[in-house]
């Protein structure tokens, strides 16, 4: 499979698993606990995927492991807590922004000067902001502060994504090494905060497997992601993986048609978000 095939392959993964999160959401259960079972499946999913690689090494690590502990690290906590509150499609709406985050911080932390298409790209993401935050008749399960969940976990994405671009711009960290590292270090963020909140329950099987899921799912999609990558041109795998958001909406929509209620204007949200960061991917 080639790179086009393979970032939308990874961008359809991503967008599955807001939804598999919001059916796991169905039985009580600490969403910090919850989050532990899903990153695990994903360290696993990665790191049998870097046992296939080779190449592991420790030399010029510590730059993934450190950026682990913001994303996926504090992030997918603030994700999780967003599906629960803002549902499967709105959250995955605005995590399509992260693009913008990273332009804006790449422009105030390192200086760096967006040409007039990423301006405009960015501009279409605020727009998508817009439309989602307008939106008057949503179901009563969604509350606005998990949106503000949504954008946080966005915030802290485009923030790990600039922490590694300048931190491990020559590094010869195999992929998955570096993936299995940056899980690693999340997932000890995660029992951080459950050992913290002292998150203890019954864990039954039925359960465990609908959180495993969507964390096997993330996995895959990291595989393919980074495979795209090495296949094919940033400007090309960046903009196809954005589309996470559209199919984001989209199962939500085929999925959870009761309870999501996908309307015109999250649609239109979600085009917004995705266009603007395919301008973002292309020209930054």
């Not at 030399?59 to 950026?67: K, M, N």
């Not at 998508?128 to 802290?156: M, N, Q, S």
């Not at 905060?193 to 999609?221: C, K, N, T």
Request: hydrophobic share 60%; with cysteine; net charge positive.
């Amino acid at each position: 499979m080639g790179a086009v095939g393979l970032a939308l392959v990874s961008a359809a993964l991503f967008g599955a698993m807001p939804v598999c999160v919001r059916f796991a959401l169905v039985h009580p259960l600490p969403i910090a606990l919850g989050t532990l079972v899903m990153q695990s499946a994903t360290l696993f999913v990665l790191a049998v995927a870097a046992a296939v690689q080779g190449g592991a090494t420790l030399h010029g690590i510590l730059p993934f492991v450190l950026a682990g502990l913001v994303a996926p690290g504090a992030s997918q906590l603030f994700i999780t807590t967003a599906i629960r509150e803002a549902g499967s499609s709105r959250a995955s709406v605005a995590f399509g922004t992260a693009p913008l985050f990273a332009v804006l911080l790449a422009v105030v932390a390192f200086g760096e000067r967006p040409g007039p298409a990423v301006v405009a790209g960015a501009c279409l993401v605020v727009a998508g902001g817009v439309a989602l935050a307008a939106e008057k008749d949503r179901p009563e399960h969604v509350r606005r502060i998990g949106i503000v969940y949504a954008l946080t976990g966005a915030t802290l994405f485009a923030f790990r994504d600039n922490l590694v671009r300048h931190l491990s711009l020559h590094t010869h960290v195999p992929s998955m090494t570096a993936g299995t590292a940056t899980l690693a270090s999340a997932i000890a963020v995660t029992a951080l905060v459950v050992v913290g909140r002292r998150d203890h329950a019954r864990l039954a099987p039925g359960v465990a497997v609908r959180w495993l899921l969507p964390g096997a799912l993330v996995g895959l999609s990291y595989v393919a992601l980074f495979e795209a990558f090495y296949r094919g041109e940033v400007s090309v795998v960046a903009p196809l993986v954005g589309t996470e958001s559209l199919f984001g909406v989209a199962f939500s929509a085929l999925l959870l048609h009761r309870t999501e209620r996908v309307g015109a204007r999250i649609v239109l949200g979600a085009l917004l978000v995705v266009g603007g960061g395919v301008l973002i991917g292309v020209f930054h």
